[in-house]
């Protein structure tokens, strides 16, 4: 028996429903039943009964319930009480520019209010070179874009979410995301302002332009994201960019489609030094930045991101 599966059961008994405890928990409901189902499979007996209309506790469900609900009222405690030793100690974390631009002030207040000793330093740079920061260990934890980038000996890279991509111009009077979305080969004639082949996004674009045999009028390289969205305001192009780069003051007024290619995102990965190299504050901000993430993601706070199950 896990503790997840308590959390599971009691979600499910709350919500009297499956799917709307599985948007809760950010899960699939599918997943979710499975997890209930051994459960019940373990202690030989039917915890909820399944209906058209959602779930309710059988007698045995709604007893072990008042349990479940209780132990975690406990554990949950327990988890205060550590928190309450205070883990103190500097921690640093590697971000994109666009990553950085959605993630980092949610992060840096919750880390002040939860964590208040623990010294947070944010690192912001192109992926790659974020990548060979922490092969040299001199960050803890980034949030990467290429798996292949994360190379070193036993390192730890999970998959974070997907990013759509968006093509973004000069403002055309209409704000918000316009409904109509274009593919890569619509954009061959186009004034594109674009990082330079080294930036992760870069690559990934190159690889999905030449799978359609398309090659893109690229009139500017830059690696600044600020800078690239100032040029695309002045009117001098457009760029292709993940959604969060939309979540800068910068980006207010400008035109904005979705790339509707299939192979159009961007994987983030979220890398760090291998488990035993971490300090028990790096793990805390490692957790806290998933919890971050998640919910950003799931009150549509990040445009055009999907969380990875896993």
């Known amino acids: 028996m896990e503790l997840r599966q308590l ?57 072990f319930c008042r349990h479940a609900t209780l132990a975690l009222r406990h554990v949950d405690a327990a988890a205060t009480a550590a928190q309450g030793a205070r883990l103190s100690g500097a921690v640093s974390l590697g971000l994109a520019p666009t990553t950085a631009s959605v ?14 000793n623990i010294r947070l330093q944010l690192v912001e740079g192109m992926s790659g070179h974020l990548a060979g920061m922490l092969k040299l260990r001199q960050i803890d934890l980034a949030v990467l874009f290429n798996a292949r ?8 890279a999970i998959p974070l979410l997907d990013e759509a991509l968006f093509l ?15 593919s890569l080969a619509e954009l061959s004639g186009l004034p594109l302002i674009l990082p330079s082949r ?16 398309v090659t893109p009028h690229v009139v500017m390289e830059i690696d600044s994201l600020s800078v690239i969205m100032e040029a695309v305001s002045a009117g001098l192009g457009y760029t292709i960019q993940p959604g969060a780069a939309l979540a800068r003051s910068s980006a207010a007024g400008l035109a904005v489609r979705a790339v509707c290619d299939a192979g159009a995102h ?5 890398a760090s030094l291998p488990e035993h190299e971490l300090s028990p504050a790096a793990l805390a901000v490692r957790a806290q930045l998933r919890k971050v993430v998640g919910g950003l993601v799931r009150e549509g706070r990040w445009l055009g991101a999907t969380l990875h199950e896993s």
């Not at 209409?174 to 109509?180: I, L």
């Not at 080294?198 to 990934?204: A, D, E, I, M, V």
């Open 198 to 213: 080294g930036h992760g996004l870069r690559t990934s674009l190159d690889h999905s332009f030449d799978a359609i045999r």
């Open 266 to 270: 961007r994987t983030n990965l979220l």
């Open 7 to 63: 959390r599971y059961l009691v979600a499910a008994v709350e919500c009297g429903s499956l799917g709307k405890a599985a948007a809760q928990l950010g899960m699939a409901t599918s997943a979710l039943s499975q997890q209930i189902s051994r459960l019940e499979t373990e202690l030989s007996t039917r915890l909820l009964v399944r209906g058209a209309a959602g779930v309710t506790p059988t007698d045995a469900g709604a007893a």
């Open 103 to 116: 993630v980092a002030l949610p992060l840096i207040e919750t880390m002040a209010q939860r964590y208040p």
């Open 149 to 156: 980038s994360v190379t070193f000996a036993k390192s730890e």
């Open 168 to 182: 973004i111009g000069p403002p055309d009077g209409r704000d918000g995301v316009h409904a109509e979305p274009i």
